[in-house]
């Protein structure tokens, strides 16, 4: 009787239902949490991470059955990374006002926020490769991840300084911005797309929609950024 109910039990948690199940259960806690109790370092996805490797761990389901198991919601990333467009699209008149301004904070914090990060790994002394990984720390994971490889990084240890990034951004962003006088909209989602990209931009759709656009924006500008130019400014320093 006891190797039926091990079998039974392997078989429901290695089926993908479980996994794609135990996945949606954690968001949908993580949001409750955040619901409730808002406070800004309960962050959804955070929970949702804690929870879904606390399941894993638990079950004893590997992560490469768990990735297998998900394909479905991975591609269903595309969708909804698409799905940003909309409040660009209500939001593009504000956009075109501010075109000047947009351009020039993709600029300088762009600029800023990549060398801060090389600066500082360098002042710890970091070797080259861990550095060219922790370069495009503030684009989001695909670009990030593929940035790295092409410069001479670790693309999965890209992944993971992508996720703290965006998790401390998120965090730490808002409470910064406004101990600041940060409160226009635009000013912060400007700020939260470009320095914590899309775990940064949920938390700008959560302030408002507009700040929600500008953070669209900015993550997709700081992504294209990272892509096309720092692979280049990388081989003319070498």
Known sequence: MTLQWQAAWVAVTTHPLF???????????????????????????LISVVTVISVLLACGVPYELYRTNTTLLTLLLGPATVALAVPLFLNLERIRQLFG?????LLVA???TTLLGVVLGWLFGISEQLLMTLTPKSATSPIAMLVAEEIGGIAALA?????LTGVLGAILGPVLLTRFGV??????????GLTAH????AQALQEGEECGAFSALAMSL???ATAVLLPLVVTLLR
Do not use: N
């Open 110 to 112: 762009g600029t800023v």
């Open 19 to 45: 996994s794609v199940g135990v996945t949606l259960l954690a968001y949908q806690l993580g949001m409750t949490i955040y619901e409730r109790a808002r406070k800004v370092y309960l962050q959804p996805f």
């Open 222 to 224: 700081m992504g294209v």
């Open 159 to 163: 992944a993971v300084f992508v996720l």
């Open 198 to 201: 899309a775990v940064g931009t």
């Open 101 to 105: 301004p947009i351009m020039l904070t």
């Open 183 to 192: 409160q226009h909209p635009a000013a912060r989602g400007m700020a939260l």
